[in-house]
């Protein structure tokens, strides 16, 4: 599997910043294309910022599930690049490991799904069912016009999904010893609490919004949204941002301005999410304007087919048992999970995603590849 290191290599130096893919799309068609998928594109996006997303398909005409491999593209920008030992756009290779921006998050995993899917048909030609794959380069930036479209699109034609793995870089201290069978949903408000503002030293005269929604915030701060459940701990709420002010010392300020954020489980909805804050603001008698983003809705997969394959597939080639988590933040597995009914993540180690200097293990690579064709093999006989 010394192709899934080329070709990780190749992805790591196309400058595939979100929304741009700078040519990686081309590198994974051509290696698809000669072992029989049909590739095509389904580009979206504004104009000036199109969004280049890859669904290919192999079909050999016997029955049997659809199994999807999907990954993004594009990555977060580099940083300073003097702060890198090496240039970030230039895969270099140090002490065993490969470094370079998106080795772990995720043109590693993106490379290994390419060559274990076009080893896996050309060795098995005429498996049972469909093995597709779909690339965007739209998973790191606002997901508008990435993996969505692609869902939507899919969706309108009629597509069956019945499985997919997403090569996000799940494993924490060695590869292979954590499978993401699901994540939280994330619901963000920025939320405006009106005052009046006025002279520090005339509060009859003013409304300050802080001393007003103190009470409030301490109480949201306090509220347990849900228990969770043997595979989600907790809702959790969170302020990432409070303002008020002017920075005068002397005025109360005229209005403060809170942003918050949800990371929920399956025991919550986002509409009784917004209505518990909603009743506490109301009960607090606070004047105020509230604008909800909804990210995205929580997602799992129960152990099953999906997870008996991955898992056998790993143990086969890291000799672990994977741990089953939905820890973490989004991913593009929210969306594929509207027309998947098992939807599962494993990767890389995440130790250095987004980091100065970010890197994967060229040992792991090989037998990453190995765990997606692996799992192809089991599933698609």
Not at 159 to 180: A, H, N, Q, W, Y
Not at 265 to 285: D, F, I, K, W, Y
Not at 291 to 303: D, H, I, K, R, S
Request: some cysteine; proline content about 7%; aromatic content about 6%.
């Amino acid at each position: 599997m010394n192709e899934a290191l080329r070709l990780a290599e190749a992805l790591i130096a196309c400058r595939s910043v979100t929304p741009a893919d700078d040519g990686c799309c081309e590198l994974l068609a051509a290696q698809l294309l000669p072992a029989g998928f049909v590739c095509e594109r389904l580009d979206a996006g504004p104009a000036g910022g199109i969004v280049s997303n890859l669904w290919a398909v192999h079909d050999s005409g016997r029955p049997g599930p659809t199994l999807l491999l999907a990954g993004h593209t594009d990555v977060v920008p580099s940083g300073p690049a003097a702060q890198w030992a090496s240039e970030p756009f230039v895969p270099s290779h140090r002490e065993g490991r490969l470094y370079g921006r998106g080795a772990v998050d995720m043109k590693t995993a993106v490379a290994a799904m390419t060559v274990a899917a076009a080893r896996f048909v050309r060795e098995r030609p005429q498996h049972g069912g469909r093995v597709a794959l779909l690339f965007t380069s739209d998973e790191e930036g606002p997901s508008l016009h990435g993996t969505l479209h692609a869902v939507q699109v899919l969706k309108a034609r009629g597509e069956r999904l019945d499985l997919c793995i997403v090569g996000e870089p799940t494993s924490v201290e060695r590869v292979g010893d954590m499978v993401k069978n699901g994540r939280r949903g994330s619901l963000s408000a920025r939320l405006t609490v009106k005052g009046v503002q006025g002279h520090i030293a005339y509060p009859q005269l003013a409304r300050n919004p802080i001393h007003g929604f103190a009470p409030a915030l301490a109480e949201l701060a306090a509220t347990r949204w849900d228990e969770g459940n043997a595979y989600f701990p907790p809702t959790s709420w969170q302020v990432s941002n409070l303002h008020a002010g002017t920075g005068a010392g002397n005025m109360i300020p005229g209005e403060l301005v809170a942003d918050f954020n949800f990371r929920f489980s399956t025991e919550s909805t986002p509409a009784a999410l917004q209505a518990r804050v909603l009743e506490v603001l109301n009960r607090h008698g606070l004047e105020f304007e509230i604008a909800w983003t909804l990210g995205g809705e929580p997602f799992l997969t129960p152990p099953g087919t999906l997870h008996a394959a991955l898992a056998a597939a790993i143990q086969a080639e890291f000799g672990i048992e994977p741990v089953l988590s939905t820890t973490g933040g989004t991913s593009d597995g929210r969306f594929i999970a509207r027309i998947c009914p098992q939807v599962m993540e494993f990767g890389v180690l995440n130790a250095s995603a987004h980091k100065i200097d970010e890197w994967v293990e060229v040992a792991s690579i090989a037998p990453l590849a190995n765990v997606y064709r692996r799992t192809l093999e089991a599933l698609l006989p």
